[in-house]
């Protein structure tokens, strides 16, 4: 290899992580802009205060099921197509979206572009760590999606600074990011893995495969499970803040867009953190499992804060942030554990899955909150994704430093 082409392909691959990090950024800005603007946007079309929780939660859900499903729908295409196609389409899909969001007046239209919008999210992230860990050496690629944890997780402070402009005009401002960005990925490459499998002619993208071998299956479920806690902090604790403040006897006014924004930026440094934890020890599971007792332990304290100030609440939400700053390092696990015919398919399903499991942990919730109310039944459902996860983290082979270039068999 020549000093030029050497030179060439670190250019390709500095792009290429700026590139996947700014997705990631947008990515989360217009996942998390419908509960920053929630009470106000909902309030705007005529939802009564009484309806706002209810309400809020089934479109915030409708757009969770759009991600499960295009999950699968990106995931199977990124392997069948290719990353970048993938990339081009979901960004395509969302920011149409979000400019239509901006228009909505009624609940039933805001449930579909939410749905629409999470359809077009879910193949974001996931081809962009693919993409990442497939271009970067197998040393050096926990580096890449560390920065794409640090820069994309930001996102989430653009939506909630410019949320405080108006709802609508932060939908139309995601809509034009998304066409931002769709012009910056016109200079990214595909995947060297990719190509070399579409040239033997290997079948691709085959979503069954995860099905129909106990082995292959069972390390797809643990993959999810791990992820799990992250979002029930994220889309319970710190989401529902209103309600989570009565229950606290909280003596402040409690704002779930300040909290996300401290909970975001936190996470972005928990995921540098992360990063260089495996790095340091060569071991993903390592840093895992200390972030995951770590974020047990932030959850406690939290749900422990009676008399919570709103000072007190951001500090909280920055603490419970950084602890599940893991999000990019258990997709990076979840995308080494499989080969590259279904590696797209993988690190975007498995993502979204956890995403949408709040649906699920949403009812669970909802269930143990009419029996032992919000504080109890935040320590119990919090006990049981951790115990999960950590027993799931367990099934899974350590994937530092592994050599990414081979395929699934049927």
Not at 134 to 139: D, F, Q, Y
Not at 337 to 348: E, L
Request: charged fraction near 10%.
């Amino acid at each position: 290899m020549t000093a030029d082409t050497s030179a060439k392909i670190t250019r390709n691959a500095v792009l290429l992580v700026l590139v996947a990090s700014l997705g990631y950024f947008v990515d989360i800005y217009d996942l998390l802009i419908f509960l920053i603007v929630r009470r106000k946007s909902l309030a705007d079309i005529g939802v009564k205060p009484a309806d706002v929780l209810s309400v809020g939660t089934d479109i915030f859900n409708w757009q969770m099921f759009g991600l499960l499903l295009g999950g699968i729908l990106w995931g199977v295409l990124g392997d069948k197509l290719g990353r970048l196609k993938v990339l081009f389409g979901s960004i395509i899909l969302y920011s149409v979206s979000n400019f239509a969001n901006g228009f909505v007046h009624d609940i039933n239209t805001y449930a579909i572009v939410r749905f629409i919008a999470g359809l077009g999210l879910a193949g974001e992230l996931g081809a962009g760590i693919t993409l990442v860990s497939e271009t970067l050496s197998k040393e050096k690629r926990g580096y890449g999606t560390m920065i794409v944890a640090a820069i994309g997780l930001l996102g989430v402070v653009a939506a909630n600074w410019i949320s405080k402009f108006g709802w609508r005009e932060a939908y139309f401002i995601g809509g034009g990011l998304g066409v931002v960005l769709l012009f910056l990925r016109i200079g990214t490459f595909e995947s060297g893995m990719f190509k070399n499998i579409k040239q033997a002619g290997v079948s691709k993208g085959n979503f069954l495969m995860l099905f129909n071998n106990w082995g292959r299956f069972k390390k797809y479920l643990c993959c999810i499970l791990i992820g799990a806690p992250l979002w029930y902090v994220v889309g319970i604790l710190i989401s529902l803040q209103p309600e989570f403040g009565v229950a606290l006897h909280a003596t402040g006014k409690l704002n779930a867009g300040d909290g996300l924004q401290y909970a975001y930026i936190c996470i972005a440094i928990g995921g540098i953190v992360a990063g260089l934890l495996s790095q340091f020890f060569k071991s993903r599971k390592l840093a895992m499992v200390i972030f995951l007792l770590l974020s047990a332990a932030s959850v406690v304290l939290y749900l422990q804060s009676t008399g919570l100030t709103s000072q007190q609440f951001l500090w909280l939400c920055a603490f419970m942030g950084f602890a599940v700053g893991y999000w990019t390092t258990f997709i990076t696990i979840a995308a080494e554990q499989f080969g590259t015919n279904i590696r797209s398919t993988v690190a975007t399903t498995v993502p979204n899955f956890v995403r949408g499991s709040l649906i699920l942990i949403t009812i669970g919730f909802k269930s143990l909150v009419s029996h032992y109310g919000m504080v109890n039944s935040g320590y119990i459902m919090m006990a049981i994704l951790t115990v999960l996860a950590l027993l799931s983290l367990s099934q899974l082979k350590e994937t530092f430093g592994k050599d990414l270039n081979y395929v699934e068999v049927s």
